[in-house]
């Protein structure tokens, strides 16, 4: 399907997401992604596709058989991370031969198998990497790519099939993804979010997510004069975080395990601040984090004054399990499309939230499957091209598959 050459064009799309923005989508420059997906939707002869006022871009593939069948939708995510530049994505291909692969000469910047052992398991790939300034975006502008590869190759071999419902949304790497998305004009009985990693993965649970803000109020006074009377709030930021438990961190954890993540710190003496998020697969384990926050305050304010420490926490989504739970034969159907191209299905645990985890509490049951992609958020991403197309292949099974379903 060369899906590589469509992801190269996407990439070239500079769309950031920001989160200190007020305006939907965050930044406009998503939008010019969003233009060019409608227009090139319809020229598949997706006649609906549209974007709205916030960004979000809708399309229907009307079915083309007699036979009722279920709705089926596939969404993916426009924006890209903070976490690096999105801007002169230097996108290239490069045959991996198991070496270290040469990024960017000028800086000796260098993709190597010592820093990412399963580097190993691509040999032979052809892998898509940047100059090692940047993002590469795979994350999701991949997912992108693969979904409009796979409505392109129905439509083009005629391919029998129900209606399919396309999706593209913004601002889904700062949690809002789903926050407009109009479910009901969507109109599917079930979706995918096409937004993970290597080939193979099927994700349908994430973790329950809360961010959290400790604000202090300190107490100035010359510090010739300052025993007994100072209250230095920098150094009860570090108090508080010192009283959370120190081996439930990003950096401690896997698979299930939860955490805590001091993602910002500022103060000086009379003020600071704090900004976490809060993780966890498990409700009651979810809770219990959350408390652990209210508790370090409690011990800080009874050590200092009333009012030291405020700390306010505001979930941000939750563990979709629960709601994929009754409909299960959304999983079973994806695993056997896997099964039918040769692709051994895998069951993980998201340590994060997709647009899916949102909708699926909105009333559209929506997991998540892979893209190929891998290193998201870092200049060291890398996606095979050649499980690209197998991506591809795969989202075009499930929706030819759909006919052999009752709706």
């Not at 409505?151 to 999706?167: F, M, Q, S, T």
């Not at 219990?288 to 305050?297: C, G």
């Amino acid at each position: 399907m060369e899906t590589y050459n469509r992801f190269l064009k996407y990439v070239s799309f500079p769309t950031m997401s920001d989160e200190t923005s007020e305006t939907v989508p965050s930044t406009a420059k998503q939008k010019i992604l969003g233009e060019y997906l409608v227009s090139e939707l319809k020229a598949l002869g997706l006649d609906d596709a549209s974007m709205d006022s916030h960004g979000y871009v809708y399309a229907t593939l009307p079915k083309n058989c007699e036979k009722s069948c279920p709705t089926i939708g596939f969404i993916a995510h426009m924006d890209t991370s903070s976490a690096a530049s999105d801007e002169n994505i230097k996108a290239r291909l490069v045959k991996y031969t198991g070496e270290d692969v040469l990024l960017n000469e000028e800086k000796g910047i260098y993709l190597r198998g010592a820093d990412y052992p399963y580097l190993s398991n691509y040999i032979g790939h052809d892998l898509i990497v940047t100059d090692g300034t940047t993002l590469l975006g795979a994350d999701d502008k991949a997912g992108i790519a693969e979904i409009m590869s796979a409505v392109e190759y129905v439509i083009k071999n005629d391919i029998p099939h129900g209606d399919i419902k396309i999706g593209f949304t913004p601002d889904e790497e700062i949690g809002r993804g789903a926050d407009l998305f109009d479910v009901e004009r969507f109109a599917a009985d079930y979706a995918y979010t096409v937004d993970g990693g290597a080939l193979g993965e099927i994700e349908y649970e994430n973790f329950n997510a809360a961010s959290a803000l400790v604000e202090i109020v300190g107490l100035s006074i010359h510090p010739g004069t300052a025993k007994g009377k100072m209250i230095n709030a920098s150094h009860v930021a570090c108090e508080f975080d010192a009283l959370l438990p120190a081996d439930e961190l990003p950096e401690t954890t896997e698979g299930y395990e939860g955490f805590h993540h001091l993602i910002d710190i500022a103060g000086e003496t009379e003020k600071a601040t704090l900004t976490y998020i809060i993780r966890d697969h498990d409700e009651e384990k979810f809770a219990q984090k959350k408390q652990d926050f209210e508790k370090a305050a409690d011990i800080l304010n009874q050590k200092y004054t009333d009012g030291t420490v405020k700390v306010t926490i505001a979930d941000s989504y939750y563990n979709m399990k629960k709601m994929i739970e009754p409909c299960m034969y959304i999983i079973d159907r994806a695993k056997e499309a896997m099964t039918e191209l040769g692709i051994t299905p895998i069951a993980v645990p998201i340590r994060g939230g997709t647009d899916g985890a949102r909708l699926s509490y909105m009333g559209l049951p929506c997991p998540n499957l892979c893209t190929g992609g891998n290193n998201f958020h870092s200049r060291f991403e890398f996606i095979s091209a050649n499980d690209m197309d197998k991506i591809a292949s795969l989202l075009a099974r499930i929706m030819a598959d759909a006919v052999k379903y009752e709706k």
